[in-house]
């Protein structure tokens, strides 16, 4: 009985774990909380980006990478400096195709959508 309790627990753990790792990154929009809000409205890199642009990040990039560009799934996901650190054409490429954990979205975003998220990324310095 112990020995079922346990694998039951371990079970339940296991599935809490992966429910938070997907939900991490799951494209849901971010930044409701002040931090988020003050990079955006405030002087942060999203709001020197142009509406369209800032919805399209909201939508498909915030989760992972969140508002302020700190990352949100570790160090890995901070793109503060990305644009001091990959071309515009680098940054087109990983979001289309993916690279690491970072899911591709050249299906799921117009290729005009991307070339705009890849030209904003690559003036953030």
Request: aromatic share 4%; proline share 5%.
């Amino acid at each position: 009985m112990k020995t079922r309790l346990m694998k039951l627990l371990a079970g339940a753990a296991l599935y809490a774990a992966a429910a938070v790792a997907l939900i991490a990154c799951s494209g849901a929009p971010s930044g409701t909380g002040s931090a988020g809000s003050a990079a955006a409205e405030g002087g942060g890199p999203l709001a020197q980006a142009g509406e369209p642009v800032q919805t399209l990040y909201k939508a498909s990039c915030a989760s992972c990478h969140g508002v302020d560009l700190t990352g949100r799934a570790g160090p890995v996901t901070n793109i503060q400096h990305v644009g001091g650190k990959l071309t515009q054409e680098q940054i087109a490429a990983q979001i289309t195709n993916g690279r690491g954990n970072m899911p591709a979205f050249g299906g799921k975003l117009k290729p005009d959508e991307i070339t705009a998220l890849a030209a904003w990324l690559a003036s953030v310095k």
